[in-house]
């Protein structure tokens, strides 16, 4: 199955433009404006990229940025913003967008970053630790905790989790999951 990409935009014309030119690459498109619609669009269908418009969401969008990154911490937000507001870009970045376009912006250029995107996505997904890793994770803060350094051990389990539990972005129960 092709890869999924939820777009953001208040802007029709360009939600538009952007929504028939990336089905004619094979994308299964989702679109959506309103915040309670886009997390139920995570919740349900599996997301590879987003293309999120900070031009009109502004602060909102640098909200939902976060949400979308809590809620599916391997999907890839690309920004779309115009270089009077480039303040908001540099904030998207801090907060895990895997890039930003300004606008205009060249349409070829965005279909590689794109596709680099969801490379990215994959190459995370696939770094999964083996079940012998888990339990020699588990057990090295077993020590720390038995040492009576707690908070080592809970560091060293938070970090654990991140580069695997969390990293996951699991799809169960998805009705367009693929083993992508």
Do not use: C
């Amino acid at each position: 199955m092709s890869a999924g990409l939820l777009i953001i935009d208040r802007d029709s014309l360009l939600r538009s433009n952007l929504d028939h030119r990336l089905r004619m690459e094979r994308y299964r498109i989702f679109t959506s404006d309103r915040p309670d619609e886009i997390m139920k669009i995570m919740r349900k269908k599996r997301i590879d990229v987003v293309l999120l418009n900070l031009v009109d969401l502004r602060n909102e969008g640098l909200r939902l940025l976060t949400q979308l990154k809590a809620l599916r911490p391997l999907v890839e937000v690309i920004l779309i913003n115009q270089s009077s507001q480039i303040a908001l870009s540099i904030e998207g970045m801090k907060r895990g967008a895997f890039d930003d376009f300004l606008l205009p912006f060249d349409m070829n250029q965005l279909l590689t970053r794109i596709q680099d995107a969801i490379a990215l996505k994959k190459q995370r997904r696939s770094r999964r630790k083996t079940f012998r890793e888990k339990i020699d994770d588990i057990m090295i803060a077993v020590s720390f905790a038995e040492a009576g350094e707690i908070e080592i051990a809970r560091q060293y389990l938070n970090r654990s989790d991140n580069r695997r539990g969390k990293e996951a972005d699991t799809e169960k129960g998805h009705p367009d999951k693929t083993n992508t």
